[in-house]
């Protein structure tokens, strides 16, 4: 059964402190995995797509890594405004998937 | 570029009545549209998606309906709501089903 898994479900950071969130998919046929962030009450914000294993992408703190069954979203020396939702899809075959999302909170 | 439009931000509805929820795209033509649902703690629920006009495709069963009237405007109604309908609704587009999306602010409909 094609899925997207996220973990951790919420993080806790304390100002500077890096981390990893980890995006594990089992989807045939991967076209493209995406990352976006969400602030409460907002819609999600693109932020990466990544395409194929061994491709990496960077944003300011972040930082997106591609592995054949999972991604990695690093987040170095992260401020509070990093706090967010973050969610991980995947578009595969005919289909897109998204994983339930990682809560961050950056503690200043 | 590209924007989406939807609206309202947020809609506190009685149970019973109706629902009409309105999301509009600009500056690209004959894109997918979707409608999703998000309920609290959770992730995101596809409700419709519409690859072209008046072509829906339902993925949930409930008392939702979406129309797809014009080229770049895509409506999620009800004719009554029900408790359980309550949630943060998002609309988003994309070139094709596979690719990335782009969504918009999202609604927030609460039914008392």
């Known amino acids: 059964e094609d899925q997207v898994t996220q973990s951790p479900e919420a993080l806790r950071l304390q100002e500077g402190e890096s981390s990893s969130l980890n995006c594990s998919y089992t989807?045939?046929?991967?076209?493209?995995l995406f990352w976006y962030r969400q602030d409460p009450g907002k819609g999600p914000e693109f932020l990466f797509t990544?395409?194929?294993a061994g491709e990496e992408k960077e944003k300011e703190r972040l930082k997106a890594t591609l592995t054949k069954k999972e991604s990695f979203l690093h987040i170095t020396a992260p401020k509070p405004e990093d706090s967010a939702t973050y969610l991980c899809?995947?578009?595969?075959?005919?289909?897109?998937?998204f994983g339930t999302g990682t809560s961050l909170t950056v503690i200043p | 570029s590209q924007t989406i439009h939807q609206w309202p931000a947020t809609l506190v509805q009685p149970v019973g009545s109706p629902l009409s929820l309105e999301c509009t795209v600009e500056?690209?033509?004959?894109?997918?549209l979707y409608w999703y649902r998000q309920a609290a703690g959770r992730g995101l629920q596809l409700l419709f998606y519409?690859?072209?006009?008046?072509?829906i495709s339902s993925e949930v069963p409930q008392n939702l309906s979406a129309s797809r009237p014009q080229d770049r405007q895509f409506i999620l109604s009800s004719k009554k709501l029900l408790l359980s309908d309550s949630g943060f609704y998002l609309c988003?587009?994309?070139?094709?089903?596979?690719?990335?999306?782009?969504f918009g602010s999202g609604t927030r409909l609460t039914v008392v």
């Open positions: 988003a587009w994309s070139v094709r089903h596979t690719y990335g999306y782009t």
């Open positions: 989807v045939s046929g991967l076209r493209g």
């Open positions: 990544l395409y194929s």
């Open positions: 899809a995947v578009g595969g075959g005919n289909q897109f998937y």
């Open positions: 500056g690209t033509s004959n894109p997918n």
């Open positions: 519409s690859v072209g006009i008046g072509q």
